[in-house]
C-alpha cells in the first residue's frame, strides 16, 4: 500500500485515478507522495519513506527543489496543463488594457440609480473609448506551452505577431503558427511591439529582465503583460514608465504593494490557472506522474531529476538509482551487478546537472547481497527496487 498526503484541495478527477493500492493520509510523515498547489513546503521536514512531491501546476517556487535532490526525493511539475486558461487570460488581459472596459463599468454602476442612464451613457461613453487589438504588433516573450498558444491565437485577431525563444523546442516549432514572426534579437520587439507578454522561467538571467533599459527601448504606449512570474518585471520601473507618459498600461497577475492601486496598472489576483478545467488537468497530470514514478520508476516533468520512460517493467527485476554525477559510478554499481551473476538487458542513466539517475532492467531479481553493495557506493543518493 502506498500513501499519499495532499497539502491543498486536489481536484478529484486527479485522485480519482489512484488504484486501490493507493490511500490518503493525512499525516505527511506517513506519505510515500505529496500532492501540493500552493502550499509552502519549505520548512517541512521530509520523511525518509517520501519519494516524491507533485506539483499540480507549472511554478515550484514553494517547494525546496535542491533539499529534496540531495534525499533522493523527485519533485514534478505539470507543465501545459494550465496553458489554455493562462493564455485566456492574457487575452483577458489586453482586452483590458485596449478598452477602458473597467472605467465603462464603474461608470454604469455609480449611475445605477439614474433613470436617464440610458441617454446619459451615449454622452459618457467617450470618455471610455479604447483601442482595437486588430493590425497591433504583439510580442510574446518565451515560446513554452502558454507563449506558443498566446501567439498562435493572437494571430486570428489579425495581430501581427513576434515570437523570441532563443531555446525553443522541437515540439513548440513544430506546434508555432506560420504567420508568427520568429525574433533572433529581443530588441527588434521592445522597439516595435505595442503590447509585450512574458512567458519565461523565472532564473538569474530573467529576474528583471523588463528592467529601466528595456523599457527605454520599447515604443511610446506599449502595454505590457506579465502572466508568468512577478520578479520578471522591475515593477518601479515600470511605474516610472507609466508615469512619464512610455508606458500605457501594466497588466498583471501578481499583486503586490509595489503596484496594487497605482495609475496605469491592471491587477488580477493570481488567476492565470484558477479555471475547474485548468484544475482538473493539472490534477490529472500530477497523479499519472505519481503513479508512474512509484510503480515503474519512470520520471515525466522532473524538476530536480532527468526524464525517464522506460514504460512498465518487462523483465523479472527493476532497480533505480539516484547518483551524483561523477565518472565511475556507472562501473561500479554494474561491476557489482555481474559479481552477482545477474544479468542487466536494459539500462537508462541520464545526467541532469551535478545529478544522476539509473534504471536497470534485470533478468532476475535483485539480491540482497547485491542492494547492500550498491549502497556502499559514496556517490548514491538513493537506490530503489521497483520490482
Not at 112 to 126: N, P, V, Y
Not at 172 to 178: G, H, I, M, T
Request: net charge negative; hydrophobic share 40%; glycine share 8%.
Amino acid at each position: 500500500m502506498y500513501y499519499y498526503n495532499c497539502q491543498n484541495p486536489i481536484s478529484e478527477k486527479g485522485t480519482s485515478l489512484f488504484t486501490r493500492d493507493y490511500e490518503e493520509t493525512k499525516d505527511v510523515q506517513d506519505a510515500d507522495a505529496i500532492l501540493v498547489r500552493s502550499a509552502k513546503l519549505h520548512d517541512m521536514r521530509f520523511h525518509e519513506k517520501l519519494l516524491c512531491v507533485a506539483r499540480a501546476g507549472a511554478g515550484v517556487n514553494n517547494i525546496p527543489i535542491q533539499d529534496c535532490a540531495e534525499h533522493g526525493i523527485v519533485v514534478f511539475n505539470t507543465p501545459g496543463a494550465n496553458a489554455n486558461a493562462v493564455k485566456e487570460m492574457v487575452f483577458a488581459g489586453m482586452l483590458l488594457a485596449g478598452r477602458d472596459i473597467i472605467g465603462g463599468k464603474s461608470w454604469v454602476d455609480e449611475n445605477a440609480d439614474d433613470k436617464e442612464i440610458a441617454s446619459a451613457m451615449e454622452k459618457a461613453k467617450k470618455n471610455y473609448a479604447g483601442t482595437e487589438l486588430f493590425g497591433k504588433k504583439l510580442g510574446v516573450i518565451g515560446l513554452g506551452a502558454i507563449g506558443v498558444r498566446v501567439a498562435n491565437a493572437a494571430t486570428h485577431f489579425g495581430m501581427e505577431v513576434y515570437g523570441y525563444d532563443p531555446y525553443i523546442s522541437v515540439k513548440a516549432a513544430w506546434n508555432l503558427s506560420r504567420s508568427v514572426r520568429h525574433i533572433d534579437n529581443l530588441s527588434d520587439i521592445y522597439k516595435q511591439c505595442d503590447y509585450i507578454t512574458v512567458h519565461v522561467p523565472l532564473m538569474d538571467n530573467t529576474r528583471r529582465m523588463i528592467n529601466k533599459e528595456a523599457l527605454e527601448e520599447m515604443k511610446p504606449g506599449v502595454v505590457i503583460l506579465n502572466f508568468a512570474r512577478d520578479l520578471l518585471v522591475d515593477e518601479q520601473a515600470v511605474l516610472d514608465a507609466i508615469n512619464a507618459g512610455k508606458v500605457r498600461k501594466y497588466v498583471s497577475d501578481f499583486p503586490n504593494t509595489t503596484t496594487a492601486g497605482k495609475p496605469g496598472v491592471i491587477l488580477t489576483p493570481h488567476l492565470g490557472a484558477s479555471t475547474a478545467e485548468a484544475e482538473d488537468n493539472c490534477a490529472v497530470m500530477a497523479v499519472e506522474q505519481t503513479m508512474d514514478y512509484i510503480e515503474n520508476g519512470n520520471i515525466i516533468n522532473s524538476v530536480n531529476f532527468p526524464d525517464c520512460d522506460m514504460g512498465v517493467p518487462p523483465r523479472a527485476g527493476r532497480v533505480a538509482i539516484m547518483h551524483h554525477n561523477v565518472k565511475g559510478v556507472i562501473a561500479q554499481y554494474t561491476t557489482i551487478m555481474g559479481d552477482d551473476n545477474i544479468n542487466v538487458s536494459d539500462m537508462f542513466n541520464k545526467t541532469r546537472g551535478t545529478l544522476a539517475y539509473a534504471l536497470l532492467d534485470l533478468d532476475t531479481p535483485v539480491t540482497e547481497g547485491a542492494l547492500k553493495k550498491l549502497k556502499k557506493i559514496s556517490e548514491v543518493i538513493r537506490i530503489r527496487v521497483i520490482k
